[in-house]
């Protein structure tokens, strides 16, 4: 999938007006993922991702591994996007699935061993959501808000 099919892909599952909005959210998604995981699994997932995509995810973040939580993900996500936390929180689920769909399991399946879900961790199976439940069908449309 190159660059215009996944901006397109994802401008239509998150129904977003325009390229600059669309960017926008995959920046944001996967800028704040990158900065949240190790710098090897950020480079595994964006090895698969267009190229004018992939930097989002490993080179963009300042420092790679940081610890924060699923709330403090989508507030992040939230700031840089300029949307409302839970359209923040959609969007990322939607832009995951999307990548979810472009890169091998094993890549996939070590970014959710770098987001655990435990006692002292908010809930980061919030992000695969849509994924674990089938993947984003045209049917579903946008059900934020």
Do not use: C
């Not at 399946?109 to 655990?116: A, E, F, K």
């Not at 439940?133 to 045209?138: C, K, V």
């Amino acid at each position: 999938m190159n660059f215009d099919e996944f901006t397109g892909e994802v401008q239509h599952r998150l129904e977003l007006p325009g390229t600059g909005e669309t960017v926008r959210a995959i920046r944001a998604t996967l800028s704040t993922l990158g900065a949240r995981i190790p710098k090897d699994a950020a480079e595994d997932l964006a090895a698969s991702l267009p190229m004018e995509i992939n930097w989002y995810l490993a080179g963009a973040p300042e420092a790679y591994g940081q610890r924060f939580d699923w709330s403090e993900f989508v507030e992040r996500v939230a700031e840089i996007e300029q949307v409302k936390g839970t359209d923040a929180a959609y969007h990322a689920r939607l832009i995951v699935d999307l990548v979810h769909d472009l890169v091998p399991e094993s890549d996939f399946q070590q970014l959710r061993d770098q987001l655990p879900e435990s006692e002292d961790d908010e809930n980061w199976g919030e992000l695969f959501e849509v994924v674990d439940g089938g993947g984003w069908h045209e049917s579903q449309g946008a059900e934020a808000t």
